[in-house]
């Protein structure tokens, strides 16, 4: 029994780490679903909420305590109407969302591949859509086309884009380092200040960019510009390098907050009238 009072002794010193440890953990994946959509602004309101019933309960301004006692209920029954689509994404994220998954993300060859199709199909003014799922796993998305988990070579990708064939309209998935599926049907974008000369690819692209932490690369089949989506927004007509660039920062094995730390420096290196920035409202 010497050995087993040890042992509780010993965890009764470890509880409190592993408490605030697990409690840490919660907190951050909360946060980042958060930032990932605007629901984030729904806290920013109940905390704004919170700091005036702070002020009015220490100063003892009864007038305005009643006031938010009666309107606070409704209030956060009118948010969360307000915030259903968000709170929608939190709930399916938090469903799909694989934490402990590792990692393995295409290679600098492998991304230069798919850049180089899109260079080249550009070009031949076809269009393009390709996704990288990140964290999230986007399985629902993979089971509406045809499998094929083939090598990535700009040659493949070439062929499935370049001819009306029947997996040339929906949307290439690579995950894993291969070619997951072909032909997949993306959700449209919720946004509703979209600019009207986007077709249907654009409104795909940002409509999974909000739906998943994915990065989609797409190409206009009207004017052969290459664009990003991720994080509900859409970078438009970017180039080559920064394509390149962009994707490597994304998609590295390492922390996403590095990746994220880079985007000044790449929005700064992108040029304002090539540049078209939507952001879910």
């Known amino acids: 029994m010497a050995w087993f009072q040890r042992l509780s002794s010993f965890y009764d010193l470890l509880r409190p780490i592993l408490d605030v440890a697990i409690l840490a953990f919660l907190l951050y994946k909360a946060y980042e679903l958060l930032v990932k959509t605007q ?15 702070g002020i009015a309960f220490f100063f003892k301004l009864t007038t305005l305590q009643w006031i938010l006692t009666i309107i606070g209920p409704g209030l956060f029954i009118a948010i969360a109407i307000v915030f259903q689509p968000e709170l929608r994404k939190i709930i399916i994220r938090l469903g799909q969302g694989e934490f402990f998954r590792p990692d393995t993300k295409p290679h600098i060859g492998q991304l230069e591949a798919v850049v180089t199709a899109a260079e080249i199909l550009s070009q031949q003014r076809r269009g393009m859509l390709v996704v990288f799922p990140r964290r999230i796993s986007i ?30 309209d929906g949307a290439m998935i690579i995950q894993n380092g291969k070619i997951a599926a072909a032909g997949c049907f993306l959700p449209l974008s919720e946004q ?46 970017l180039s080559e390098i920064e394509v390149t660039r962009k994707l490597k920062e994304l998609l590295d094995k390492g922390s996403r907050k590095e990746a994220e730390s880079k985007d000044i420096s790449l929005e700064s290196a992108i040029s304002e009238e090539n540049k078209d920035v939507f952001v879910e409202q």
């Open 39 to 53: 629901a984030v602004q729904l806290v920013k309101g109940a905390a704004f909420l919170a700091l005036v019933y």
């Open 139 to 168: 399985r629902n998305i993979i089971d509406t086309g045809t499998r094929l988990n083939a090598e990535i070579s700009s040659s493949l990708i070439v062929t499935v884009f370049e001819f009306d064939g029947p997996l040339h």
């Open 192 to 237: 509703q200040d979209i600019r009207k000369s986007f077709g249907t690819r654009h409104r795909a692209s940002l409509g999974m960019s909000e739906q998943s932490d994915a990065v989609i690369l797409v190409v206009s089949e009207e004017t052969g510009a290459i664009s990003l989506a991720y994080d509900a927004k859409l970078y438009y007509d």
